[in-house]
């Protein structure tokens, strides 16, 4: 066995020997004498490695040239367009034509250009959806993610390829590469507007929002037009995604929306419940997703950066049955319309430590923040009548107020007396002690199983013990007396 046969035996390729010994004799002419055959094989066994992918996954625009196979799944239109002349007035502008196709693997998707004579024979119906094709072309980075400029593609009717295509993704579909996807999800966290130069002098604008669904959540970034839909949505809203394209950032996968694709509001109620973990599981260093009640509330504060901008902040402390624990909202999260007895969502929250070695949740530009319901097997949820009023939501006559977060999670927080519960009714003077964890209007105390709220004029200090004593009116102790 001569060298050039040592080298092709170690090549995992699918070009054929023959073609690959005369690419040697070509490369050892083309040297002038420089390289050997053993060399020149080597050379071409470099190069052809480069080109193969593993999948279609693993397509980058900055490679030279790829070869993969792939299945068809969708044919555009022929478009035509004017080519520039060289600048002979004489001479016509050059009529170009062009068609997209869609293929994908078991990897993901990309997107194909036919140029040319190859665009016509493809509109002449030479390529069907459902072909496998055997395609070498130059990627780049195109309209709507990776795209590959055709160089030379060929049917496969022995290969098969096996590939789902569906009409409409859950999040735990999505994969790097693919295109015209159609997503619904519930709006969890929504961004402002944001410009920035291209090289090419104009400006662009970028925005993100997050959505979730039953499967996971992922971030949705909105470009130029697109843009002002991450304002006009609110946390809460179902919307369904149409003719996304999935882009990979620092790891994660994202959903991209240009000007061919549109976020629309749905009248649809999709389900979004997130594995979150109990506060008292949490530990040093990890990301993590909470769920709590509110009660515990800062005001914003303002500070200034090493690079001299100006950042805020609002603390605000989460309970859920097993413990609780203050969680930083930083940035655009510190706007948020958070209050007490609210039911918060935190995602992707860093746990660090905080004041006097306490672990303190961090959200940051990767966090979402949601005001959502709680779910029916929340303490004191009552798992029938979501979300009340605002005043009911204040009161906690629903289930779902402050006094729901409680460790046993049965204690009334004011309304009508039914006899049974042992809820004070209106007006009745109670007595209650704890511990300040709000000091403010209302200030709120917690005695480790139950949270009330207090009308009081008493100056009390965060973590101060007290005992105060008045009738209670909407769920809210006024307090007479505090000692």
């Given at each position: 066995m001569g060298v050039i046969e040592d080298v092709y035996e170690d090549l995992d390729t699918d070009v054929e020997f023959e073609e690959f010994e005369a690419a040697v004799h070509d490369k050892v002419e083309q040297m002038g004498g420089l390289a050997d055959e053993e060399t020149a094989a080597m050379l071409i066994a470099h190069e052809l490695e480069d080109e193969e992918v593993s999948g279609v996954a693993d397509i980058d625009p900055g490679m030279d040239e790829v070869k993969f196979l792939a299945k068809v799944v969708g044919i555009g239109d022929l478009r035509t367009f004017e080519r520039e002349s060289d600048g002979d007035d004489d001479e016509e502008a050059d009529e170009g034509r062009v068609v997209n196709v869609d293929v994908a693997d078991d990897t993901g998707q990309v997107r194909v250009s036919?140029?040319?004579?190859?665009?016509?024979?493809?509109?002449?119906?030479?390529?069907?959806v459902g072909d496998v094709l055997r395609i070498k072309g130059r990627p780049q980075e195109g309209y709507s993610g990776v795209e590959v400029s055709v160089d030379q593609a060929e049917v496969d009717e022995d290969a098969e390829v096996d590939v789902q295509i569906q009409d409409t993704y859950r999040i735990e579909d999505l994969s790097l590469g693919l295109s015209d996807v159609t997503l619904q999800g519930l709006v969890l966290a929504t961004d402002t507007v944001r410009t920035f130069d291209r090289d090419d002098g104009s400006e662009?604008?970028?925005?993100?929002?997050?959505?979730?669904d039953e499967t996971g959540r992922v971030r949705v970034t909105l470009w130029d037009e697109r843009a002002d839909r991450a304002e006009e949505l609110d946390a809460g809203t179902?919307?369904?995604?149409?003719?996304?394209?999935?882009?990979?950032?620092?790891?994660?996968?994202?959903?991209?929306?240009g000007s061919r694709g549109a976020v629309e509001e749905i009248d649809a109620d999709v389900a979004y419940d997130p594995e979150t973990t109990d506060v008292a599981d949490l530990e040093l260093g990890a990301t993590v997703d909470l769920a709590g009640g509110v009660i515990e509330t800062d005001p914003k504060r303002t500070f200034d950066r090493d690079d001299g901008s100006e950042g805020q902040v609002r603390n605000v402390r989460l309970k859920d049955e097993t413990g609780d624990i203050r969680v930083a909202l930083w940035g655009e999260k510190a706007d948020l319309d958070v209050d007490l007895a609210d039911y918060l969502v935190v995602t992707d929250a860093e746990i660090q430590e905080g004041w006097q070695d306490d672990l303190e949740a961090s959200a940051g530009w990767r966090s979402t923040v949601t005001v959502t319901d709680p779910p029916a097997d929340a303490p004191g949820a009552d798992g029938e009548s979501g979300s009340g009023s605002e005043s009911e939501s204040e009161s906690g006559s629903?289930?779902?107020g402050l006094d729901a977060f409680g460790?046993?999670?049965?204690?009334?927080?004011?309304?009508?007396?039914?006899?049974?519960?042992?809820?004070?009714?209106?007006g009745e003077t109670v007595q209650f002690t704890g511990t300040v964890v709000q000091a403010?209007?209302?200030?709120?105390?917690?005695?480790?199983?139950e949270t009330r709220s207090v009308d009081t004029d008493a100056d009390l200090r965060l973590g101060e013990e007290v005992t105060v004593r008045g009738p209670i009116h909407g769920g809210r102790i006024d307090a007479d007396e505090v000692y």
């Open positions: 036919f140029w040319d004579r190859m665009a016509q024979s493809v509109a002449d119906g030479e390529l069907e662009g604008r970028v925005a993100n929002l997050t959505l979730g179902s919307v369904e995604v149409v003719d996304g394209y999935v882009r990979e950032r620092d790891g994660d996968l994202e959903l991209h929306v629903d289930g779902t460790d046993d999670g049965e204690s009334g927080s004011g309304g009508a007396d039914d006899g049974a519960s042992g809820a004070p009714a209106d403010g209007d209302p200030v709120v105390l917690d005695d480790g199983t």
